[in-house]
């Protein structure tokens, strides 16, 4: 890794929007940029905060996530489009000390992809319109850095960094997504991993959570003495319209030989009941997402 890079080793997410707040739209951000911490980066996602459109609420949630958490790498969603409140930038711009202003770059990438529709623009609509290329700005006083990173030349829509650790993305969820998976190649350089990665098992079983409750907890006691607090995690996830649990298990692979995850598995088949069989990601997705067939 280069001495310039800052390392990630954690993350968190700021879900901006009254629009999640007051029930009107589904946030899948946070859920789409947890699974991209978990099995693209192998880092772990330490808190997702959801706040709304509001200066003080922002600069308290990101507070929360950059001083208390001290998390290396943070992902907000939303805020960024041309209404009044969208203040996103704005309000960055403001705790980080930097300039607000329209970015020529961005511009330029607006009128190059989408020329004809801003000339038949009158001068308010083009005006909010350009709302969206005001962006943070790094001045000569301050040490911030500002980076826009263009993943396609067919978006002209930036993901703005400011300090290699706030990475800020439209709410879209298309369009987040999108951005997420053109930031892995670059985020990648920054992992402080040692070579280690996340895995994830799974064991499902029609035991009830109260059957196996005691049986986990006490595993759950010994691989923390075995190997540390939070090395391994075991936990349960009731699928009630299967009527079935599933157990999961998670270690930092070497970190937690990958054998003796594998007989974690083993012992949890041995003593949970139910008929436990091992499953893979895709079956839990289908437990999670999905009904079973009437």
Known sequence: ????????????????????LNGKILDTNSYNFARFCFNNLSIPLK?????????????NSLKILRDHDKVDLIVTSGGLGSTHDDITYAVLSEIYGLDYKLDSEVVERMTKLRGSYLESLPQEQLDAFYK????????????????????????????????????VLPGVPNLFTKLIQGMEPFLKLRIDSDGSNLVRLYVKTSSSEN????????????????????????????????KLNTLSIIGKVPEVPRSALDQLVDRILRNVGGNPTQIDQVEEDKLTNEDPPK
């Not at 962006?135 to 829509?157: A, G, H, M, R, Y």
């Not at 995690?233 to 009731?238: N, T, V």
Request: proline share 6%; with cysteine; hydrophobic share 40%.
């Open 47 to 59: 808190r997702t905060i959801v706040c709304g459109d509001d200066k003080q609420d922002i600069i």
């Open 211 to 242: 059957e196996f409750a005691g049986f986990l907890t006490r595993l759950q006691d010994e691989v923390d003495t075995a190997y540390g607090k939070g090395t391994v995690k075991l936990g349960s996830y009731p699928h009630i319209n299967w």
């Open 1 to 20: 890794m280069s001495s310039s890079l800052k390392p990630i080793r954690s993350a968190g997410c700021l879900i901006i929007g009254d629009e999640v």
């Open 132 to 167: 969206m290329a005001t962006l943070p700005s790094s001045t000569p006083q301050n040490p911030t850095t500002v980076e826009k990173i263009f993943v396609e030349d067919s978006l002209w829509f930036p993901i703005v960094a400011l300090d290699q650790q706030v990475y």
